[in-house]
Structure formats: C-alpha cells, structure tokens
C-alpha cells in the first residue's frame, strides 16, 4: 500500500469514527428531546385537567359531566382525550371514538384507575393503527379515584421529524466526510509528491547520474532530504574528479622514469655505445630511476591504506632522544656529501613517547630529505624536540630554499611539488600529514622564500605512559 493510500485511509479511519459518534449521539439526543417534549405536554395538560375537575366538578355524577368536561379538556389541546370510567368504560372521546372494549386493556389506564397515579405509555395502539404515546390521570371525588382523563397523541409526527433531522445530520456528516477525503488526498498529494521525486533522483543517483538533483519543494523534513541528496552528489561528484585527476598525476609520474629507462636501454641495446663509463652512467640512471618508480609505488600504497581504513598504527613506547639520534645518524653521511650540517638537539631528558615508530621514522625522513634537497651546500639542517605541557613537539628546521607564502598551504596537497628541479613526486608530505594525523597529531610549515623552512610535528603523549 503506497503513503497516498495509507493517509488518506488514516484521515478517513479518524473522521468516519468521529462522525459516527458525533452523529448517533445527535440522532439520540433529538429523538429524546422531542419525545421528552411531547411527553412533558401531555403530561402537564393530563395534569391541568385533573386538578380542575377536581376543584370544579367533584361531587357530580362523571358520566353526566363527561360531555361537557371533554369539551373543556379538549378545547386547549390537540391531542386526543378520553373520558374513562374507573370500570374501564369510554364515556367520552374527542375524536368521537366509540368502543365496548373495555380501556383497562391499556396499561396506562389500568394503573391509573387502580393505583389512583398518573401513569404515560407507549405503544402500538391497533385502533389507530400506529405508535401513540398516552398520559392517564386519575380523576379524584374526595380522594376516590372515580374514573381517568385520558391524552393520546400519534407518534407518526414526531417520528418523521426526528428521521428529517436524522436525514439532514446524516448527509451533513457524509458532505464533511466527502470533503476530508478530498482535503487529505491533496494534503498527501503534497507529501508523496516530494517523496516521488526525492525516489527518482535517489533511482538516477543509484543508475550512476550525479548530474540529477533533487528537486526542493517545501523547508520540511523532505527539503532537508532534498539538500542532502544534493550535497552527497556534489560530493561524489568532487570525489570522482579528485580521483580522475589522482590517475592522470600518477601516470605522469610513472610515465618520466619509465621514458628515461626506456631510452637508455634502447640506447644500450643497440650496441652502439663503446665507453665502459658511458654504460656505467646509463645503468646507474636506470638503477635510480627504477629505485623512483618502486618509492612512488610504495606512496601509492600508503595512499590506498589510508583511503580504505587499512592503516593501522602500531604503538610501541620507545626512547625519544635515541630515536631522533639514529636518524640523525642515518642521515648524516647523505649531509656530509651535500656539505651539510645536519644537528639534532635530543638530550637525554627527553621522555619516553608511545607512537609507531616506522611510521614516524617515515615521517622524519620525509622531512629531513625534503630539507636536503632544498638546501644548498653550506646550510644547516637542526633537529629539535621538547616536551610542552601535553604534547611532544619535533621540528626539522633548514636554512634551504624556502617556498613563497601564497604557496604554503598547497604543500600538503597530493602531487604538489613547487617548481624547484628537485622535487620529487608530491606526495611525502601529504603522506607525512596523514600518518601524525592517525596519531591525533598535528603538522604546520613555517617558511620565507630565500631563508629557510620549519616544519613541527605536534604529537599528543599518550596517557598510559
Ligand atoms: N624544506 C623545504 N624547503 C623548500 N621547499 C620544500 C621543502 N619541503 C617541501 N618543499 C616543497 O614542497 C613540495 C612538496 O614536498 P613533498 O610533498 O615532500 O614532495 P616531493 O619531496 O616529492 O617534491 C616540494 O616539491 C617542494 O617544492
Ligand atoms: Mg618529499
């Protein structure tokens, strides 16, 4: 059952039941109001009658007055009166009614005669031929019950107002029914609307077409639904071409090294190179340039653990000082044949931090070979660390190259590598970011073109230790 149906049955559920209700309790209560009414008339005329024969007449022979007394009792009403011996005998009728029957077969007269108290019935009545409601009231002769005074109305009138008001209560309740239908079908059409059209951009999505947008038709609920189906596209939209532009960097870079191994193997293949040192130089630069492709390929795989949650780290608690030290051992003789002097200021108060070791040896190298690169024979390269408040902070400061202000902010980007003919691939401090980022760590670059450059690496201690 699609949301139209299922509103518009719940609309009609709730308005047929209150409609029912409201209208039995209506019909109910007109029926009883007229009857009441009718009955309370009749009662009171019953009533008035009595009394007054009871102050005018008593004493008198009843079957000598009754004329005269019906003429009297009948003149103000409407209904029908009876004049009735307490024997049961119709002395009188207004309506000139005669019978030999005796009237103590109706109920009312009955116990009005015997018990002396007014009593109402209702019924069938087979003279008439139709529903009466009957008042009988005892007339007294010093507190004698000698005969009844009888009103008799048809119910027929009565009925047929009450089933006229029935009818009219009834076709209003359908009319409001009918127009809560027609309301809660274009009440609904507004919501399924939005929700149609929310599915068919959600179906394109799904076919692969981030081009669709969801049409906002209201600031509700569905809008909101709308703008975040729109957001999500844009988003794999931005992704998509991120990716596009990730493939074409990378087969660019793969493409250089192979293009320079490609021509010196064809060059060596051919023969036609004689000087042992000019071979030497060509396996030395295919040598290095496949030692570039195999470093690319391990970054690209770094890159494809990140994307996909598979880098995990490895903590391991470990000297800080001793660590900053065999880098800097590591890195020395590279230094040393660059004419640079490479220091690291790790004392021995240096604490003992919880971090992966190999990723952040991965770091530091990243670091310190950028600034090697960077930096002209005769610079200095100083390695720092220190402990502050809750954070163990590193920094690799050069006195290299520096890289222009505007330029900063590009340098954690994937495949930004400046314009120095040393840069690399573009990718070891996007790499760099990402691992002290796993570490809930922090890396910002301080740098002036011409001057030199500071990176520091913000590493939070952890609690256990
Ligand atoms: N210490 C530095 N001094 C000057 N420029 C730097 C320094 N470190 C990084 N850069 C610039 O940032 C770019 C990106 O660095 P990186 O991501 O390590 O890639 P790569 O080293 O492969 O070029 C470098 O190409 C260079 O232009
Ligand atoms: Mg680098």
Redesign the pocket.
Known sequence: MGILQRLVGSYLVVIVTTVIILEAFLIAAVNYYYNYNIEQILTSQAELSASFYEQYFAGGNLEQQAEKLLKGFSHHSAAQVQIISSSGQLMQDSTGLQTENSMLEYRDVRLAASRGQPETWRGYDPIAEEEVLAVSYPLQDAGHSIGVVRFVTSLAGTKETVRQISVLLISIGLIVIGLVAVVGILLSRTITGSITGLKQTAEKMAEGDFTARAQKRYRDEFGALADTLNTMAVKIQEQDQLKNEFISSVSHELRSPLTSIKGWVITLKSGLLTGKATIQDGLEIIESETDRLTRLVDELLDFSKFEDGRMVLNYTAFQSADFLQNIGKQLRPRAARQGITLQVQAGDSLPVIKADESRLKQVMI?LL???L???EPGGTIVITARLAGEQFIITVE?S????AEQDVPK?FQKF?????SM????????ISEQIIKLHKGDISID?RLGKG?K?TIFLPRSEEL
């Open positions: 990243n070979d950028n600034a690169k960077f930096t050069d290299g190259a520096g890289i340098l930004y590598k400046g314009n120095h840069s690399g691939s573009g990718l070891g401090l996007s740098s450059t990176v």
